[in-house]
């Protein structure tokens, strides 16, 4: 690495197959060369039985401390008043981009998901009779999220702005904010309502490049592209902010395969290389995702992809991969 001082990477390796997964990304940055220092931090279910608190205010702290996060799975605790610790993550370090590519051998585009406001605004009335939750949208979310799509869409086809404007009149002002960011930046693009999106994702998934959509839209959607590429093991997500960016896999913890040695590891070291990539080594990025493609091809894979490749097998041969590029 060519910075003054190493890059401090907050691992919260999490619950489930979290830890599982982790310790393979960690190995194959490890393979690559990359360097920086290591803040481990027990956050999720298992401090919580510990300490009856998930996260503590002083881990947000350390969080804010080092440039970035590279977190596992976090088993949401059985408590009625839990707050996601992964959201009070987002909310706090003001992450609102994120980007959640779908690579297979034969597709190939990206979800920008808007990360802090949507659905996920936290403002709710909770009652026994009636509940509301309050979907806020913000000229200025929309203008950022949509720049965020825009960055990506320039240097690929286009961009699809997905929403519900029919209904749902807050995607009015998401839809026109979204469509005068593309139109000053030049960035060719069409708009779809999200039912439509969530049908063609199905039957013509190659038609889209760069989707850009709310939270919730995002959140809904990002699950079934992982479908549609064959595992939500194989798919990895940044979500970035201003200085500041969290990297996981999409897949939760999984706790039905814990311990098994089968968790895919391909989302967390797909995580990881967009971590590098984000830390200023894109060409570590690139060497990685190269590996885990050659991996992928040669079949060494885990049961949710048909193979009988336990986790371990699969992180060699990303390594070995690694070594012969
Ligand atoms: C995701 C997850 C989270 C979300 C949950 C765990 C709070 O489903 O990252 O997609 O809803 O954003
Ligand atoms: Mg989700």
Not at 168 to 187: E, G
Not at 214 to 219: C, E, H, V
Not at 301 to 311: E, V, W
């Given at each position: 690495?060519?910075?003054?001082?190493?890059?401090?990477?907050?691992?919260?390796?999490?619950?489930?197959?979290?830890?599982?997964?982790?310790?393979?990304?960690?190995?194959?940055?490890?393979?690559?060369?990359?360097?920086?220092?290591?803040?481990?931090?027990?956050?999720?279910?298992?401090?919580?039985?510990?300490?009856?608190?998930?996260?503590?205010?002083?881990?947000?702290?350390?969080?804010?401390?080092?440039?970035?996060?590279?977190?596992?799975?976090?088993?949401?605790?059985?408590?009625?008043?839990?707050?996601?610790?992964?959201?009070?993550?987002?909310?706090?370090?003001?992450?609102?981009?994120?980007?959640?590519?779908?690579?297979?051998?034969?597709?190939?585009?990206?979800?920008?998901?808007?990360?802090?406001?949507?659905?996920?605004?936290?403002?709710?009335?909770?009652?026994?009779?009636?509940?509301?939750?309050?979907?806020?949208?913000?000229?200025?979310?929309?203008?950022?999220?949509?720049?965020?799509?825009?960055?990506?869409?320039?240097?690929?086809?286009?961009?699809?702005?997905?929403?519900?404007?029919?209904?749902?009149?807050?995607?009015?002002?998401?839809?026109?904010?979204?469509?005068?960011?593309?139109?000053?930046?030049?960035?060719?693009?069409?708009?779809?309502?999200?039912?439509?999106?969530?049908?063609?994702?199905?039957?013509?998934?190659?038609?889209?490049?760069?989707?850009?959509?709310?939270?919730?839209?995002?959140?809904?959607?990002?699950?079934?592209?992982?479908?549609?590429?064959?595992?939500?093991?194989?798919?990895?997500?940044?979500?970035?902010?201003?200085?500041?960016?969290?990297?996981?896999?999409?897949?939760?913890?999984?706790?039905?395969?814990?311990?098994?040695?089968?968790?895919?590891?391909?989302?967390?070291?797909?995580?990881?290389?967009?971590?590098?990539?984000?830390?200023?080594e894109p060409e570590t990025a690139r060497r990685i995702e190269g590996a885990v493609e050659q991996t992928l091809l040669r079949g060494i894979a885990t049961p949710d992809l048909g193979k009988s490749y336990k986790t371990a097998d699969v992180t060699q041969a990303v390594i070995a991969n690694l070594a012969k590029k």
């Amino acid at each position: 690495m060519s910075g003054a001082r190493a890059k401090k990477i907050a691992v919260v390796a999490g619950d489930g197959i979290g830890p599982e997964v982790v310790k393979s990304a960690l190995a194959v940055l490890d393979a690559a060369g990359a360097d920086f220092e290591k803040v481990p931090l027990e956050v999720g279910l298992g401090r919580w039985k510990k300490t009856g608190q998930a996260m503590s205010d002083e881990d947000l702290e350390t969080i804010k401390q080092c440039d970035c996060v590279l977190l596992g799975a976090i088993t949401t605790p059985p408590d009625p008043n839990y707050r996601s610790v992964l959201l009070r993550i987002r909310k706090e370090l003001d992450l609102y981009a994120n980007i959640r590519p779908f690579h297979s051998f034969k597709l190939d585009f990206i979800i920008v998901r808007e990360n802090t406001e949507g659905l996920y605004s936290g403002i709710e009335e909770v009652g026994e009779e009636e509940s509301r939750t309050l979907r806020v949208i913000t000229r200025r979310g929309s203008e950022r999220i949509a720049a965020a799509a825009c960055d990506l869409a320039a240097k690929r086809k286009k961009l699809t702005i997905v929403h519900k404007s029919n209904v749902l009149r807050s995607d009015r002002l998401f839809l026109k904010t979204c469509q005068k960011v593309a139109a000053d930046r030049k960035v060719p693009a069409e708009d779809m309502l999200v039912d439509a999106v969530a049908y063609n994702l199905v039957i013509n998934p190659g038609r889209f490049d760069v989707l850009v959509t709310s939270n919730l839209f995002g959140d809904i959607l990002s699950d079934e592209a992982a479908g549609v590429i064959g595992s939500l093991g194989l798919c990895a997500s940044a979500n970035i902010g201003e200085g500041h960016a969290l990297f996981e896999p999409i897949h939760g913890s999984a706790p039905d395969i814990a311990g098994k040695g089968i968790a895919n590891p391909i989302g967390a070291i797909r995580s990881a290389a967009m971590m590098i990539e984000w830390l200023g080594e894109p060409e570590t990025a690139r060497r990685i995702e190269g590996a885990v493609e050659q991996t992928l091809l040669r079949g060494i894979a885990t049961p949710d992809l048909g193979k009988s490749y336990k986790t371990a097998d699969v992180t060699q041969a990303v390594i070995a991969n690694l070594a012969k590029k």
